[in-house]
């Protein structure tokens, strides 16, 4: 959410900027000039990426404005209280709580265990899994900075097309002013669009899809350690030391490592 209110402050003091200026907000409103620069960007992206690629940009963007609750505090715990079930019961005790699961990251990850999968075979598998999720989640941070890349020249573009209108309408001297104004809005929709707008919203999703890749390593190494057959308390500790001191004590622990700082941080 935060995302989206970062955008509308900048163009709300822009729009500030302009009133208290003395000049009239309809100066910036120009209809063609919005149809030059936004349907000639989003009509590059589509040529670029696809149009099932720019809907995942759209959804990145909803993503942003209600984000999906981190539930990697739970995670380790329930892997904690998993691997003393198998280490008690044995791994096929686990199906009890595949039922249960809903994460299919998660659920994967316990077939695998209740299948008695090598670890080599599970971190290869989970590897593939993590990277595709990866290269999903980062869709919407390509189409974005693309679109921040197009809409500059696009508005050069819509600028030299207005300004060619004018040329034509030198026989009315009094049409000049207006017409050059309104040719040069299409340049502050480009430049605008692209650094209000796009890369900073490419940024934050790039950043998001970062914070969940991390957390899907610390999934990984939960379930290995699992396959492994660590106590529910080694677990517990390794997987903390990952964690900033916050989430580590929602997961019932302290922090005090760098690296689990640093990740944090990041994320």
């Given at each position: 959410?935060?995302a989206?209110?970062?955008?509308?402050?900048?163009?709300?003091?822009?729009?500030?900027?302009?009133?208290?200026?003395?000049?009239?907000?309809?100066?910036?409103?120009?209809?063609g000039?919005?149809?030059?620069?936004?349907?000639?960007?989003?009509?590059?992206?589509?040529?670029?990426f696809?149009?099932?690629?720019?809907?995942?940009?759209?959804?990145?963007?909803v993503?942003?404005?209600?984000?999906?609750?981190?539930?990697?505090?739970?995670?380790?715990?329930?892997?904690?209280?998993?691997?003393?079930?198998?280490?008690?019961?044995?791994?096929?005790?686990?199906?009890?709580?595949?039922?249960?699961?809903?994460?299919?990251?998660?659920?994967?990850?316990?077939?695998?265990?209740i299948?008695?999968?090598?670890?080599?075979?599970?971190?290869?598998?989970?590897?593939?899994?993590?990277?595709?999720?990866?290269?999903?989640?980062?869709?919407?941070?390509?189409?974005?900075?693309?679109?921040?890349?197009?809409?500059?020249?696009?508005?050069?573009?819509?600028?030299v097309?207005?300004?060619?209108?004018?040329?034509?309408?030198?026989?009315?001297?009094?049409?000049?002013?207006?017409?050059?104004?309104?040719?040069?809005?299409?340049?502050?929709?480009?430049?605008?669009?692209?650094?209000?707008?796009?890369?900073?919203?490419?940024?934050?999703?790039?950043?998001?899809?970062?914070?969940?890749?991390?957390?899907?390593?610390?999934?990984?190494?939960?379930?290995?350690?699992?396959?492994?057959?660590?106590?529910?308390?080694?677990?517990?500790?390794?997987?903390?030391?990952?964690?900033t001191?916050?989430?580590?004590?929602?997961?019932?622990?302290?922090?005090?490592?760098?690296?689990?700082?640093?990740?944090?941080?990041?994320?």
């Amino acid at each position: 959410m935060s995302a989206v209110i970062g955008v509308l402050i900048s163009i709300g003091f822009i729009i500030l900027s302009v009133i208290t200026g003395g000049d009239s907000i309809t100066a910036l409103l120009s209809a063609g000039s919005a149809m030059i620069v936004l349907g000639g960007t989003f009509g590059s992206v589509i040529t670029q990426f696809g149009p099932m690629a720019m809907l995942q940009a759209v959804k990145a963007i909803v993503t942003l404005i209600k984000p999906a609750p981190s539930n990697i505090a739970l995670f380790i715990n329930q892997v904690a209280d998993w691997s003393n079930l198998a280490r008690s019961q044995g791994s096929l005790s686990l199906e009890s709580v595949l039922g249960s699961t809903n994460d299919p990251f998660q659920k994967k990850g316990l077939q695998m265990i209740i299948d008695n999968t090598s670890q080599e075979d599970l971190r290869s598998i989970f590897g593939i899994l993590s990277d595709n999720a990866y290269r999903a989640d980062m869709v919407g941070a390509d189409v974005w900075e693309a679109a921040g890349g197009y809409t500059p020249t696009i508005g050069v573009l819509g600028a030299v097309l207005g300004l060619i209108h004018v040329m034509q309408r030198l026989d009315h001297p009094a049409e000049l002013g207006p017409g050059i104004a309104e040719a040069f809005t299409a340049t502050i929709y480009g430049v605008g669009a692209a650094n209000l707008c796009f890369l900073p919203l490419s940024a934050r999703i790039a950043s998001a899809a970062a914070a969940r890749n991390r957390e899907r390593q610390i999934i990984v190494q939960g379930f290995v350690l699992l396959s492994e057959g660590k106590s529910g308390t080694l677990i517990k500790q390794n997987l903390q030391s990952f964690l900033t001191e916050k989430k580590a004590k929602a997961a019932g622990g302290g922090n005090d490592g760098k690296f689990g700082e640093a990740a944090g941080q990041a994320a």
